[in-house]
């Protein structure tokens, strides 16, 4: 029996602003979750929330893409909509892009991520959840714990991963269809970081492993621009990654966290800032950011869930989040100007366009002397 685990968040309404979902809209997602276990749909399932983002992490037998599944998280944000409209709260049912569901999330707002399983003895996976960032805010730290030795000391020691990873990448700006290719590592090394290097256009949809072919992470690819066709807020990503053996360990897939790279989110999810990883449950602030990361650790066996360990409350990452911070700072002194904000391509879905056409029809040619 193949145990399957789904991520699926939405921004469904948040208190004073983009911060975070309410009490009575976290505890109405776990009462739908209680009773999904509780009729057998579910085999187990977590709340929680990363920003103003609630997620729901179910397990269960029914496969990635279940109708029934995505159902159920569909009419779940749907529910928490009605209590953040009746509670008056700022962007209720932002990410419920679509009047009524058509079988899958995919491509109706709501992020997922979704992953299949044979069980091993011991089954250790983090769950990623980000909030004010695109999906491409996986691609740096996927790539380095998986096929950079530098933070995967596994690549090197550990004989079980000496064939190394291939990374299935899509081309999100593509909208007729799933436009991916696939890259190996070490192999295809160079032409995997020709397209990581620009994270809005090509993104990291999963990893497998090539020994084995077993699926090691998978993340959320969605943007909601392509769906909209305007800006309605970032995308907030979630990733699954599964850790240990064949797999980079635990600390080996955190460890490129310690950067805190610069990525595209932030205010109105057009700026440049640094990732934070936080803990568990933690909310949005400063400047309607900075990109939070929050990373939750499980094992799972028959389906069931373990307590969480919440991986970055530890003084570790403190200092990182000091770091994450001031790269902020440094960053938004600038304000508008140059890398500070989204270039235009990513800035085509917002206001600015307008501006620009209205601006345009204002220059004139000044005559040659």
Known sequence: MKTTISVIKADTGSVGGHN?????????????????????????????FTGDDIALLMTHTK??????????????????????????????????????????VRGMGPGSAEIA??????????????????PGVFNYPLFEGFANPYHNAGLLLAPDMKAGF???????NYTEADRVIMLKAPADYYDICTL?????????????????????????????????????????????VRSQKQFPSTGEILSPWAL???????NRG????????????????????????????????????????????????DTIRTKASEKTLDIRAQGFYGPAMAGMD?????????????LDEKFTLREKK
Request: aromatic letters at 10%.
């Open 20 to 48: 975070r979902p309410s009490e009575a809209m976290v505890e109405k997602a776990r009462e739908r979750v209680r009773k999904g276990i509780s009729d057998g749909l579910l085999l187990d399932g977590r709340v929680t």
């Open 63 to 104: 496969g990635t893409d279940s109708p029934d599944i995505h159902k159920f998280a569909w009419d779940t944000f749907v529910e928490t909509t009605a209590i953040a409209k009746s509670e008056g709260l700022y962007g209720a049912g932002q990410d419920l892009l679509k009047n009524a569901f058509s079988g899958n």
């Open 117 to 134: 399983f044979e069980e091993r003895t011991a089954e250790p996976f983090i769950v990623f959840a980000g909030d004010k960032c695109g």
């Open 166 to 172: 291939t990374f299935h990448i899509m081309d999100v």
């Open 196 to 240: 990581l290097r620009d994270p809005n256009h090509y993104v990291i949809e999963s990893v497998v492993e090539n020994a084995t072919g077993l699926t090691a992470a998978v993340a959320s690819t969605a943007r909601l621009h392509n769906i909209a066709g305007k800006y309605v807020g970032k995308d907030d990503p979630v990733a699954i």
């Open 260 to 266: 805190a790279h610069y990525t595209l989110g932030d």
């Open 270 to 317: 057009s700026h440049h800032v640094a990732v934070m990883p936080v803990k568990q449950n933690s909310i949005i602030s400063f400047f309607d950011g900075p990109t939070i990361i929050s990373a939750a650790g499980y094992c799972v066996h028959e389906g069931k869930l373990t307590d969480a360990v919440d991986l970055f409350d530890q003084p570790f990452w």
């Open 346 to 358: 990513e800035l085509e879905y917002t206001g600015v366009v307008e501006n620009l056409k209205r």
